[in-house]
DNA sequence: ATGACTGTTTAGTATTAAGTAAACGTTCTA
DNA sequence: TAGAACGTTTACTTAATACTAAACAGTCAT
């Protein structure tokens, strides 16, 4: 019940730019495809509501056509997939984790095409 | 309340060892230093109850003098640390565990060592 | 044979996250 | 001027997670 403005401004915003050519993007109408009420997604939008659970964050994603981390993010939470990712690899994951704290994105991304590397190759 | 065996069963085969030469480690004395109830954690060794939540499991784990990690793996649960790094980097991250899912342990021991590297040279 | 300490059982509670139904005022259209 | 659709408000609900207090039965030392 806390609130995260950032997230529910985004939200709106993406959601009216989509409504301008696409009436199925209401927010009555959007909610129900979401799977959410009406009543929740206004409180959401307008901060007075935390975001909802992630797997409804992903939907309003696919629905909007972006990418659902940008959406995740604002909303505080992570991607419940990566989790079971780390799951699958419950000791070598987090050290991996860890090592890389603090690793700006530039690196992170060479480390990614790195390892992207050696699986092709 | 689906309880989880393996987890119980090793905290308890923990537990018991450290007991032998600390009368520290009863049952009862063991869950007050937690901060959970001797109810509580009969249950959890016994496999009646889930695994107390991530932060217990933790202090479990300083108590026992063992590697969180362990436990937290037989708890099915992830360090709630490694959500936090990866909201300090949200795109990069989660791209990075994406790419490295299903690589052996040994590649992303690798993987760790090439970015341990990079931080000290 | 009592008190002190075990782990266990019975019978629940507390907290938090994640929402909802129905009515309301406004605007737009027929 | 009625009907339909919009976003919002009021007043709660539901479901899951994470536990707890108190009584109980067994063991051991005194």
């Known amino acids: 019940m806390a609130g995260n403005i950032k997230f529910g401004k985004r939200l709106r915003e993406l959601r009216e730019a989509k409504l301008k050519n696409n009436p199925k993007f209401t927010l009555r109408k959007f909610a129900e495809s979401v799977g959410i009420s009406?009543?929740?997604?206004?409180?959401?939008?307008?901060?007075e509501f935390d975001p909802p659970k992630?797997?409804?964050?992903?939907k309003m994603a696919e629905l909007l056509e972006?990418?659902?981390?940008e959406l995740l993010s604002l909303a505080g939470k992570v991607d419940p997939e990566l989790e079971k990712i780390i799951k699958e690899q419950?000791?070598?994951?987090?050290?991996?984790?860890?090592?890389?704290r603090g690793m700006s994105e530039a690196e992170l991304r060479r480390l990614t095409q790195r390892a992207r590397d050696k699986e092709d190759g």
Chains 1, 2 share one sequence.
Do not use: C, N, Q
């Open 38 to 47: 009406p009543t929740f997604l206004s409180k959401v939008e307008r901060g």
């Open 90 to 100: 419950p000791t070598a994951l987090p050290d991996l984790l860890r090592t890389v």
């Open 66 to 69: 972006i990418d659902s981390d």
């Open 54 to 58: 992630a797997e409804k964050i992903i």
